[in-house]
T-cell receptor
Framework: KNEVEQSPQNLTAQEGEFITINCSYS?????LHWLQQHPGGGIVSLFM???GKKKHGRLIATINIQEKHSSLHITASHPRDSAVYIC??????????FGTGTRLTIIP | NAGVTQTPKFQVLKTGQSMTLQCAQD?????MYWYRQDPGMGLRLIYY???????DKGEVPNGYNVSRLNKREFSLRLESAAPSQTSVYFC??????????????FGSGTQLSVL
């Protein structure tokens, strides 16, 4: 069965801390997406990756194909980073399977 | 560019009523999707459309119908709403169906309550 698990479910940190959110999946995938869902509900695509590492500003996404694991890192976290972060895996077919999300709260 | 426009933002229905959720994208994308989001669960695919004139069932299609009216528009219809369809609905689009190398673009969501 194609499954995606995220950890932690909830994460609270102080402003400036380095944040890591994890995503693991059950079998081989073609690609993995990281999404951000704002407190107002809107969803924005952050990264799509199939190998290695991608960086955009303070956000870094990595994937280890052998370990079936991806991480999303946020450096120098800020209260505006508070959101739900969702990973989604493409299991070789055309449809994505989504994780349940990690709720991140950054305290000033 | 507006991206993906989804209407309405909120809707309350009584059991048995019908309604249509509208979605339009202005990015000339081939693929469009309808998802529902429920507490404690990941986004689940209801229906998708790989191109104009084609639609396919996703993970949870029962109780829904869709129409890909043209390349821009993809609507979701609830013929006889049930309380189990209370959820937040998202429309999304992407250039290619497989999602490889392509970002997904989401509408702002519709919060639907069925009483």
């Amino acid at each position: 069965k194609n499954e995606v698990e995220q950890s932690p479910q909830n994460l609270t940190a102080q402003e400036g801390e380095f944040i890591t959110i994890n995503c693991s999946y059950s079998v081989g995938i073609s690609a993995l997406h990281w999404l951000q869902q704002h407190p107002g509900g809107g969803i924005v695509s952050l990264f799509m990756l199939s190998s290695g590492k991608k960086k955009h500003g303070r956000l870094i996404a990595t994937i280890n194909i052998q370990e079936k694991h991806s991480s999303l890192h946020i450096t120098a976290s800020h209260p505006r980073d508070s959101a739900v972060y969702i990973c989604a895996a493409l299991f070789g077919n055309e449809k994505l399977t989504f994780g349940t999300g990690t709720r991140l709260t950054i305290i000033p | 560019n507006a991206g993906v426009t989804q209407t309405p933002k909120f809707q309350v229905l009584k059991t048995g009523q019908s309604m249509t959720l509208q979605c339009a994208q202005d990015m000339n994308h081939n693929s469009m999707y309808w998802y529902r989001q429920d507490p404690g669960m990941g986004l689940r695919l209801i229906y998708y459309s790989a191109s104009e004139g084609t639609t396919d069932k996703g993970e949870v299609p029962n109780g829904y119908n869709v129409s890909r009216l043209n390349k821009r528009e993809f609507s979701l219809r609830l013929e006889s709403a049930a309380p189990s369809q209370t959820s937040v609905y998202f429309c999304a689009s992407s250039e290619a169906l497989r999602g490889t190398g392509e970002k997904l673009f989401f509408g702002s969501g519709t919060q639907l309550s069925v009483l």
